[in-house]
Every structure is written in C-alpha cells, then in structure tokens.
T-cell receptor, first 119, second 111 residues
Framework: EAGVAQSPRYKIIEKRQSVAFWCNPI?????LYWYQQILGQGPKLLIQ????????DSQLPKDRFSAERLKGVDSTLKIQPAKLEDSAVYLC?????????????????FGPGTRLTVT | DAKTTQPNSMESNEEEPVHLPCNHS???????IHWYRQLPSQGPEYVIH???SNVNNRMASLAIAEDRKSSTLILHRATLRDAAVYYC????????????FGKGTKLSVKP
C-alpha cells in the first residue's frame, strides 16, 4: 500500500549546520502539514500547505526554518542553521477532506518521520 | 493548548478489552472527535473518528457520550502490538485545520 514517504529517516548534524527533509504525500492530497515532535511530547504544527500555497506558518520559526511545496505535490522543510533544541522527529501529514453539509470525506496519513539529532 | 484531557498512562492485559477515556468539555457542535495512536518510532496512525453516534471499525470502537463532553476508545481485545500512545483530538467539521496534539495516553499491554 502506498503511503506518505519521507526521507531521510535519520539525520545527525552538528549545531549551526543546515539540513533538509523531504516529503512525498499521497497522490491527490491537496493538504500537507509539517509537524515537529520533541521526545515525550505530541506533534506540534510547523506549517500547513494547501496545494502549493501556505495556509498557516504562524508557528514556524522563520529565522531558521523554511518550507516549500512548489508544484503542490512534494514538499521540503529546511533548517538553517540548526540548534540543539531542533532535535526532534519531523512528521509529514497528508490529507484530503471534502465536506458537503453534514457529509464528509476525511482521508489522512502521516509519514514515518525524520529523526533529527543536533549535536 | 490541547482541548482534550486524557490520563497519562494505562495498563492492560493481553486479550482483555481496554477503555481509553477522553474528556472534551469545551467541544463545539461541529467538532469531530478523532483518535490516533503512535507506535514507537513511527508516525501517528489514524484509528477512528466520530461526530455524535458511536462508531465501529476494524481497529476499535468509539463511544461518544450523549452530551459529547467525553468519549471512550474501546479496543476489544488488546494485543501486544496495541502498546502505543493514544491521542484524542478535536477537529472542526470540514476543516483541514491543525490537529492539536496533547501528550496522549501511553498504553502498556502485559502478556
């Protein structure tokens, strides 16, 4: 079964280095999210895309984090420069929602995540 | 902040039913109740969701209180593979909005 692909699965970098993560969502899913999950906590939203446009980036630390989804399919998340506190799992969430009055179709899958360790 | 309250942890015995509670006293009329689980070293996995009526699927059942201020995720026969963190989340109907995760309930299953 095709799922949400993320790469790399693991990355170790030193502080002040740069890193990029890639997400390939489910085909046809217009909405894509990036979450950050620090050990022992639930995932926290970083940015939401609808097709190739940003819907919500209010919680993205824009001084060091950037993300794009140029063609409305794959997305990349970049950190430059990384800090120790950026050590976390970065999750991609692929979603399709259609709502007509009280009838709704909601399809959603998370990727396996990229575990980043900053030393 | 998460709009739901869950116990930090629960224990169950293998092959016994598990009832995971969730309180959401500030739920609005158009909020769906979603449950996800996260196994170690994996991304969250959708389990079930509902609006007003109880729901069943191959993974679990969702029992929603009549006033919708609480719900219970029911695993009918726990297996060792059900050991995970279970998250209860509210999502406005039709929205593709942010899911606000709390800390969830860590379920341990004993053989």
């Amino acid at each position: 079964e095709a799922g949400v692909a993320q790469s790399p699965r693991y990355k170790i970098i030193e502080k002040r280095q740069s890193v990029a993560f890639w997400c390939n969502p489910i085909s046809g899913h217009a909405t894509l999210y990036w979450y950050q999950q620090i050990l022992g906590q639930g995932p926290k939203l970083l940015i939401q895309f609808q097709n190739n446009g940003v819907v919500d980036d209010s919680q993205l630390p824009k001084d060091r984090f950037s993300a794009e989804r140029l063609k409305g399919v794959d997305s990349t998340l970049k950190i430059q420069p990384a800090k120790l506190e950026d050590s976390a799992v970065y999750l991609c969430d692929s979603r399709f929602v259609v709502c007509v009055v009280t009838w709704e179709v909601h399809e959603q899958y998370f990727g396996p995540g990229t575990r980043l360790t900053v030393t | 902040d998460a709009k739901t309250t869950q116990p930090n942890s629960m224990e169950s015995n293998e092959e016994e039913p598990v009832h995971l509670p969730c309180n959401h006293s500030t739920i609005s009329g158009t909020d769906y109740i979603h449950w996800y689980r996260q196994l170690p070293s994996q991304g969250p996995e959708y389990v079930i969701h509902g609006l007003t009526s109880n729901v069943n699927n191959r993974m679990a059942s969702l029992a929603i209180a009549e006033d919708r201020k609480s719900s219970t995720l029911i695993l009918h026969r726990a297996t060792l593979r059900d050991a995970a963190v279970y998250y209860c989340i509210l999502r406005p109907s039709g929205s593709q909005g942010n899911l606000i995760f709390g800390k969830g309930t860590k379920l341990s299953v004993k053989p």
